[in-house]
């Protein structure tokens, strides 16, 4: 069965992952921008990332018939530099028509403060000029609810933005049924240590249907998983759920969702 990782951070992974997630059916991902796992210092450092997402990555990625897309921003990490953040977020505009992106993202909260939630509704409000598709990321852990709540709080108040052009990612069971009541797309991150489990979000799908639902491996440089994807199809597939349903999730969701952006093929 074909599918797509719809949030995965290749540019952090070898050429052998890419031949891995090939050989798994993997036809498309798409590559949120992110945190280095250092600060970039200045925004030139950030044009070079994005000139990397947007040319190369696709490159590697087609060497194994796959399809790169990706979602260029300031990530939740940095925004603390308000002034960094805005000179970056001034360039993006420049890479928004290249062949790859999808929109905005993975933007959001990482410790809920003040200058995050600035940064986060700047990008907001950019999304909305451009009308560009949004990503974000929710916080990890004890900062999820608190976090998923203001995210929701501020998506309800930026009302330029259509609901279903929106995915909130890195869903649990405590903030997933908000997500979807209001009308967003929800994504549920495999991850080997915290996040979601592929039992977890099998229960998950269960729980809530398939509709607006999707799952993805977030592998990035640290402990991670790039094939996290196809261990979920197995997880449903010896539930006894059905190849439709499977597909459903992991190939028609993303293909639903990333479809609404005219440089989607
Ligand atoms: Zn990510």
């Given at each position: 069965?074909?599918?797509?990782?719809?949030?995965?951070?290749?540019?952090?992974?070898?050429?052998?992952?890419?031949?891995?997630?090939?050989?798994?059916?993997?036809?498309?991902?798409?590559?949120?921008?992110?945190?280095?796992?250092?600060?970039?210092?200045?925004?030139?450092?950030?044009?070079?990332?994005?000139?990397?997402?947007?040319?190369?990555?696709?490159?590697?990625?087609?060497?194994?018939?796959?399809?790169?897309?990706?979602?260029?921003?300031?990530?939740?990490?940095?925004?603390?530099?308000?002034?960094?953040?805005?000179?970056?977020?001034?360039?993006?505009?420049?890479?928004?028509?290249?062949?790859?992106?999808?929109?905005?993202?993975?933007?959001?909260?990482?410790?809920?403060?003040?200058?995050?939630?600035?940064?986060?509704?700047?990008?907001?409000?950019?999304?909305?000029?451009?009308?560009?598709?949004?990503?974000?990321?929710?916080?990890?852990?004890?900062?999820?609810?608190?976090?998923?709540?203001?995210?929701?709080?501020?998506?309800?108040?930026?009302?330029?933005?259509?609901?279903?052009?929106?995915?909130?990612?890195?869903?649990?069971?405590?903030?997933?049924?908000?997500?979807?009541?209001?009308?967003?797309?929800?994504?549920m991150t495999l991850y080997p240590t915290t996040k979601c489990t592929p039992q977890r979000a099998a229960d998950m799908v269960e729980l809530y249907g398939p509709e607006h639902l999707m799952v993805n491996s977030a592998g990035d440089w640290g402990p991670s998983k790039p094939t996290a994807v196809p261990d979920f199809m197995l997880e449903m597939r010896l539930r006894g759920h059905s190849e439709e349903l499977i597909q459903h999730v992991v190939y028609d969701n993303p293909r639903e969702f990333f479809g609404q952006c005219p440089r989607?093929?």
């Amino acid at each position: 069965m074909h599918y797509i990782d719809p949030h995965i951070h290749m540019v952090s992974r070898t050429t052998d992952d890419y031949e891995s997630l090939a050989k798994m059916g993997c036809v498309a991902v798409s590559e949120p921008a992110f945190w280095a796992g250092y600060d970039r210092g200045s925004a030139a450092g950030f044009r070079d990332y994005f000139e990397q997402l947007t040319t190369f990555e696709p490159k590697r990625a087609a060497w194994y018939g796959i399809q790169h897309y990706t979602w260029l921003c300031i990530n939740a990490k940095e925004a603390e530099n308000v002034a960094l953040s805005r000179e970056v977020i001034a360039m993006i505009p420049e890479f928004l028509s290249r062949p790859n992106v999808l929109g905005i993202g993975e933007i959001g909260l990482n410790k809920n403060t003040r200058n995050e939630a600035i940064v986060f509704l700047e990008h907001l409000d950019l999304a909305a000029r451009m009308n560009e598709l949004v990503l974000i990321h929710t916080p990890h852990l004890a900062d999820k609810h608190q976090g998923t709540r203001m995210i929701l709080d501020m998506l309800a108040g930026e009302t330029r933005l259509e609901r279903q052009r929106v995915l909130v990612d890195h869903v649990e069971e405590h903030t997933i049924r908000p997500v979807l009541e209001a009308g967003y797309w929800a994504g549920m991150t495999l991850y080997p240590t915290t996040k979601c489990t592929p039992q977890r979000a099998a229960d998950m799908v269960e729980l809530y249907g398939p509709e607006h639902l999707m799952v993805n491996s977030a592998g990035d440089w640290g402990p991670s998983k790039p094939t996290a994807v196809p261990d979920f199809m197995l997880e449903m597939r010896l539930r006894g759920h059905s190849e439709e349903l499977i597909q459903h999730v992991v190939y028609d969701n993303p293909r639903e969702f990333f479809g609404q952006c005219p440089r989607w093929s």
